[in-house]
């Protein structure tokens, strides 16, 4: 059973950080693009950020350039996603997501894989 299990949310103040992880099992991540992705209440899940498997090549929202940073861990199947200078309006459940799939549909839709999710709270 494929599994993304999301950890490192919580509350903190504007301006402030967080470091969210997400490790995959079940199988190799390696040949698959990662990346997050967020929910914020009342709107549509969207993409925050994205990373070709070889690390080359990554890809952010407009809303979060420069102030988050996405990068993995082949070796553990693992995705980080560090977050600063967060605003009130990044307070949304962040998920992780992994597939086989291009960046551009990773971007558009995510991969086959979800993980559950984790609160992000950034109180003003």
């Known amino acids: 059973q494929v599994q993304l299990v999301e950890s490192g949310g919580g509350l903190v103040q504007a301006g402030g950080s967080l470091r969210l992880s997400c490790v995959g099992s079940?199988?190799?991540?390696?040949?698959?693009?990662m990346g997050w992705f967020r929910q914020a209440p009342g709107k549509e899940r969207e993409f925050v950020a994205a990373?070709?498997?070889?690390?080359?090549?990554?890809s952010y929202a407009d809303s979060v350039k420069g102030r988050f940073t996405i990068s993995r861990d082949n070796a553990k199947s693992m995705v980080y996603l560090q977050m600063n200078s967060l605003k009130p309006e990044d307070t949304a459940v962040y998920y992780c997501?992994?597939?086989?799939?291009?960046?551009?549909?990773?971007?558009?839709?995510?991969?086959?894989?979800w993980g559950q999710g984790t609160q992000v709270t950034v109180s003003s």
């Open positions: 997501n992994a597939g086989t799939v291009t960046m551009s549909t990773m971007m558009r839709n995510g991969g086959a894989y």
């Open positions: 990373m070709w498997w070889s690390g080359g090549i990554t």
């Open positions: 079940g199988r190799s991540f390696s040949s698959a693009a």
